[in-house]
Each structure stands twice: as structure tokens, then as C-alpha cells.
């Protein structure tokens, strides 16, 4: 796959020299996929979600809740996902299959109740798409794992609909996080062949997985901290910070299609959701050489803003507290 980049990079520095120009110490960062070889990858997705209902009489006075009725809800999401080049092509795209190894959900309730029923994403477990990548790590055909999405985001509705068409709680927005979204921070460079700096940042956005059904989205703005040699191979640091986005790409998927459907439980209840702020920070880890990421970590709490219907209330503050971690296993490591 580094083929082509190799050699534009090489005419491309051949006329900063011809210019009287050094390459700077430019740092070049493309994806790369070795016949035969499949690398495994850990996904963890870790929400905790909070609802304040306001002031409640006999309701504990600690520092944080000052006497007001608090809901808790967690969300968490364990995933091993293999990716397997099938078809490499050295001059442009590669596919790429990957298999859902093993997916692993746990949900809890306000006041520990257990969420028992199988989360609809847990159906993906066993299953392979194909996707195909170029050379920077952007995705150009996500065809099959947005099929794959969307059979998912079918079965988290009830097969009643006397009641109206209801979508039960799930995570396949989280699903949607960890693999729409894979080698982000490098097939976002926009100039990929002029190399990077130490201390060079560049935009891109990320997607934010609720329970909710909210089409919301994070910019991002990722930072080369420094290069570390290592035995493996250098190995890039890439920080990145996060803010609210203004708008969704139309291109990111949807998983849920269909007439109209109201969600179930305290957050289909809730109306009006609006992002009153959002902020965290990440890391990444990038192997220049291998051309593969060894592994991050993303956090981020967003604060939202909602009312009861009717105008049966005032503001509902909600505060979403997000954990996203993806790291390389070892090849000959078979479970979690």
C-alpha cells in the first residue's frame, strides 16, 4: 500500500532539495496492511450518564447533588474485531475484512437495576464485513458495515407496534463510533504527502454515542506531540482535544430506518435535547514504521439540556461521561 505514497513522497522531497529546501524533518504517517497478516484489535465504550430532576425534599445532601433527585445510567461495550487484508493492491486500495470476534454488553439502570435483554449490537458477534482503505487509512466504501449497522438498529425495535413503533435501548451508536471512524486521526491529514511536524494540528469530527437517539457530533483537533523510538518502531504521539460540532455530516450512517418511533424509558420521556457544552481530550498511538495504531484512549463529558413534554417543567440537565479505548493485541492472544 506504501508503494505509491513512497514514491510521491520521494519526487515530492527530490524538488525541496532541488529548491534549496530540506524535507524539515517531515514525518510521514500512512496506513499499512501486510498480506496474511491480521491484526486484532479491544474495543471498550464506557458512558456514564446522569439525570438531574431538580431539588427533591428528603433527598441526601451531599456536595455534589445539593439535595437534588439524581438518575444514573451506565453503558458499557466490550468488543474484539479482527481485520484481515483480502486484496491488496500496492497502487491504491486495500480490502479489508474484518470480523466481529466477540462483543460483550452490560447496562445498568437508575437505582442498580440490571438491564437483562440482549442488546441488539450483541448480534454482530461472529459476523464479517469488507470494507476497502487507502493508503492514508480513509475508508472509501463502507457499504457492508453500514448494512450490518442497520440490521442491528432493527432489532433494538419491538416487534409490538400496537402501541406505536418503540426503540428499545442499545448500542449500536457505539458500534458505529469504534469502526466508522477507525485510523481517524492520520486519513484526516489533509496534506498527507508534505509529512508533519512536530507540533503540526489538523481538524476532523467524531461521532457521540447516547442512549438517546441524538445525531451529535465532537470536533476534534489532533496535535504530533513527539516521536518515540522504541524496539517496535517509531512510534507517533498524537493528542487530540474535543468541542461540540455544529452539525452531522450527511454521510454518517443511520441506524435506524423507517417511519417515525418513539424511544422507550426516561430518554425517549425527555424532549428538546440541546448540547450545552462538551470537552475532553485523547491520545493516540500511532506506529510510523508498522504503519498501524497500537492503541488510544478518548474522554470526553458532554452536557446537555432538556424539559419534560408539555411544558410539564423547567431545563432537565443530563451530563454524559464518555470513555473510548482501543488497543492492539497480541497476535497470539485468542481472548479478552
Not at 112 to 132: C, H, L, Q
Not at 171 to 190: H, N, P
Request: with cysteine; glycine share 10%; hydrophobic share 35%.
Amino acid at each position: 500500500m506504501k508503494t505509491v505514497l513512497a514514491v510521491l513522497a520521494l519526487i515530492f522531497f527530490s524538488s525541496l532539495a532541488g529548491c534549496g529546501t530540506s524535507g524539515g524533518g517531515k514525518t510521514l504517517l500512512t496506513v499499512d496492511f501486510r498480506s496474511g497478516e491480521t491484526l486484532r484489535y479491544r474495543f471498550v465504550t464506557d458512558r456514564q450518564t446522569e439525570v438531574d430532576w431538580g431539588p427533591v425534599k428528603g433527598a441526601s445532601q451531599s456536595s455534589q447533588n445539593k439535595g437534588h433527585k439524581i438518575d444514573k445510567f451506565a453503558d458499557l461495550m466490550d468488543m474484539v474485531v479482527s481485520y484481515t487484508p483480502v486484496e491488496v493492491d500496492p497502487y491504491g486500495s486495500t480490502t479489508i475484512k474484518a470480523t466481529c470476534e466477540s462483543i460483550k454488553i452490560k447496562r445498568g439502570q437508575a437505582k442498580g437495576r440490571a438491564d437483562s435483554a440482549r442488546d441488539p449490537v450483541e448480534t454482530i458477534a461472529g459476523k464479517s464485513f469488507n470494507f476497502t482503505v487507502g493508503p492514508t487509512g480513509k475508508i472509501q466504501d463502507y457499504s457492508q458495515m453500514e448494512s450490518l449497522i442497520q440490521q442491528a438498529g432493527e432489532k433494538a425495535f419491538r416487534t409490538s407496534t400496537k402501541d406505536g413503533r418503540i426503540k428499545d435501548p442499545d448500542m449500536t451508536d457505539d458500534f458505529i463510533c469504534t469502526q466508522w471512524f477507525l485510523w481517524d486521526a492520520v486519513s484526516s491529514i489533509e496534506q498527507p504527502l508534505k509529512g508533519l511536524n512536530i507540533s503540526d494540528s489538523w481538524n476532523s469530527m467524531l461521532s457521540v454515542p447516547t442512549q438517546m437517539v441524538l445525531r451529535k457530533a465532537r470536533t476534534v483537533t489532533y496535535t504530533l506531540d513527539e516521536i518515540r523510538q522504541t524496539d517496535q518502531g517509531r512510534i507517533a504521539v498524537i493528542s487530540s482535544s474535543y468541542g461540540p460540532a455544529e452539525s452531522v455530516p450527511a454521510t454518517w450512517p443511520v441506524a435506524y430506518k423507517g417511519p417515525g418511533f418513539m424511544v422507550s424509558g426516561t430518554f425517549g420521556f425527555l424532549q428538546g435535547y440541546k448540547t450545552a457544552e462538551l470537552k475532553g481530550s485523547g491520545e493516540e498511538l500511532f506506529n510510523i514504521d508498522l504503519g498501524r495504531t497500537e492503541k488510544y484512549n478518548q474522554q470526553y463529558e458532554m452536557r446537555l439540556r432538556c424539559h419534560l413534554p408539555m411544558g410539564l417543567g423547567g431545563v432537565i440537565p443530563i451530563t454524559v461521561r464518555q470513555k473510548i479505548t482501543m488497543q492492539l493485541l497480541p497476535q497470539d492472544n485468542k481472548s479478552q
